[in-house]
């Protein structure tokens, strides 16, 4: 716990920038977690972070944010500190609170991500996913031209650059091509949505199942730093909250299942305990969707 008890101490550097939160509450701010290794907050409509590694050869980013416009407030961000090469960007799903700003990052390295996340944002499917995006008024949305990962793996990749041994790994979970990354000199892992710390997450894309055993690889790995792809950095705390969410949301769906329970019937047995248990987390309202998401997975496999 080392990390952890790092972070929660006076080491944090934090440095903020312009505020100017039509939709956010809280500022955009950088906060460097470890040495070297700095996650972008929140901005303008957007909570996702943004994580960039500072190599003695160049930089490394993970995720771009939601629109092209914060994208170049993180580009902003790694130039104050270095004026070295962007050497790759990684995106650690699809969704577009994590790659509409791509386009800033394209043409310096490329960017890597799982092969679905190219599929999910080509051609008719990322226009979807941008449409869907530009209904929620978030500012510069419109600057936004969908920009799929160029370089996709299936399973592993590892980049040995400026000192540094990234391990990308694909599990499903939040999306059926999450990445999560191991930096191995940092004991940190930069987890993408698979994570979020005190916050529920957007299951609408989930497999519950294969994300709590997601969450027994995490625990695996030798980490004293979490960074979740939405929320504060921490040590396994972050992690054990996320995976208590789910297990808990299974054991009560599972429950509800086996006395027979409608939907409705398992949304209102269970709504009212989450929302008391869970209630410092932000987006509530997705709670009602996420039972349901869970719901309908651990039916099908009971008929199965
Ligand atoms: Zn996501």
Same mark, same amino acid.
């Given at each position: 716990?080392?990390?952890?008890?790092?972070?929660?101490?006076?080491?944090?550097?934090?440095?903020?920038?312009?505020?100017?939160?039509?939709?956010?509450?809280?500022?955009?701010?950088?906060?460097?977690?470890?040495?070297?290794?700095?996650?972008?907050? %929140?901005?303008?409509?957007?909570?996702?972070?943004?994580?960039?590694?500072?190599?003695?050869?160049?930089?490394?980013?993970?995720?771009?944010?939601?629109?092209?416009?914060?994208?170049?407030?993180?580009?902003?961000? &790694?130039?104050?500190?270095?004026?070295?090469?962007?050497?790759?960007? &990684?995106?650690?799903?699809?969704?577009?609170?994590?790659?509409?700003? %791509?386009?800033?990052? =394209?043409?310096?390295?490329?960017? &890597?991500?799982? =092969?679905?996340?190219?599929?999910?944002?080509?051609?008719?499917?990322?226009? $979807?996913?941008?449409?869907?995006?530009?209904?929620?008024?978030?500012?510069?949305?419109?600057?936004?031209?969908?920009?799929?990962?160029?370089?996709?793996?299936?399973?592993?990749?590892?980049?040995?650059?400026?000192?540094?041994?990234?391990?990308?790994?694909?599990?499903?979970?939040?999306?059926?091509?999450?990445?999560?990354?191991?930096?191995?000199?940092?004991?940190?892992?930069?987890?993408?949505?698979?994570?979020?710390?005190? %916050?529920?997450?957007?299951?609408?894309?989930?497999?519950?199942?294969?994300?709590?055993? /997601?969450?027994?690889?995490?625990?695996?790995?030798?980490?004293?730093?979490?960074?979740?792809?939405?929320?504060?950095? $921490?040590?396994?705390?972050?992690?054990? /909250?996320?995976?208590?969410?789910?297990?808990?949301?299974?054991?009560?769906?599972?429950?509800?299942?086996?006395?027979?329970?409608?939907?409705?019937?398992?949304?209102? /047995?269970?709504?009212?305990?989450?929302?008391?248990?869970?209630?410092?987390?932000?987006?509530?309202?997705?709670?009602?969707?996420?039972?349901?998401? /869970?719901?309908?997975?651990?039916?099908?496999?009971?008929?199965?």
């Amino acid at each position: 716990m080392a990390g952890f008890k790092w972070l929660a101490g006076a080491g944090l550097f934090i440095s903020f920038l312009a505020v100017s939160g039509l939709c956010s509450a809280e500022s955009f701010k950088t906060v460097e977690v470890w040495k070297n290794l700095f996650t972008v907050t %929140n901005g303008d409509g957007v909570d996702s972070n943004t994580t960039f590694l500072i190599t003695r050869d160049g930089v490394v980013v993970v995720d771009t944010r939601v629109t092209p416009n914060e994208a170049k407030k993180v580009l902003a961000e &790694i130039r104050k500190r270095t004026d070295l090469p962007i050497l790759y960007t &990684i995106n650690t799903h699809y969704h577009g609170d994590h790659t509409f700003g %791509n386009q800033v990052f =394209e043409g310096s390295g490329p960017i &890597i991500a799982h =092969e679905s996340v190219r599929k999910n944002l080509f051609g008719d499917l990322g226009k $979807g996913h941008l449409e869907s995006f530009k209904s929620r008024n978030i500012p510069g949305m419109d600057e936004t031209v969908v920009t799929p990962p160029n370089m996709v793996f299936k399973d592993e990749m590892e980049i040995f650059v400026g000192g540094y041994n990234l391990r990308l790994m694909h599990v499903r979970g939040h999306t059926d091509g999450d990445v999560f990354i191991y930096i191995d000199q940092l004991k940190t892992l930069i987890t993408g949505d698979l994570v979020v710390y005190r %916050n529920v997450p957007s299951m609408r894309d989930a497999y519950v199942e294969e994300w709590i055993s /997601a969450m027994d690889v995490l625990s695996d790995f030798d980490a004293e730093i979490y960074i979740p792809g939405h929320g504060e950095s $921490g040590g396994k705390p972050v992690l054990i /909250a996320m995976k208590h969410y789910l297990l808990k949301l299974k054991e009560m769906v599972l429950n509800q299942l086996g006395n027979g329970k409608s939907l409705k019937e398992t949304q209102d /047995a269970i709504r009212p305990v989450f929302m008391e248990k869970f209630k410092n987390w932000k987006n509530l309202d997705r709670l009602d969707a996420n039972i349901q998401r /869970a719901y309908l997975e651990y039916s099908l496999k009971q008929g199965s």
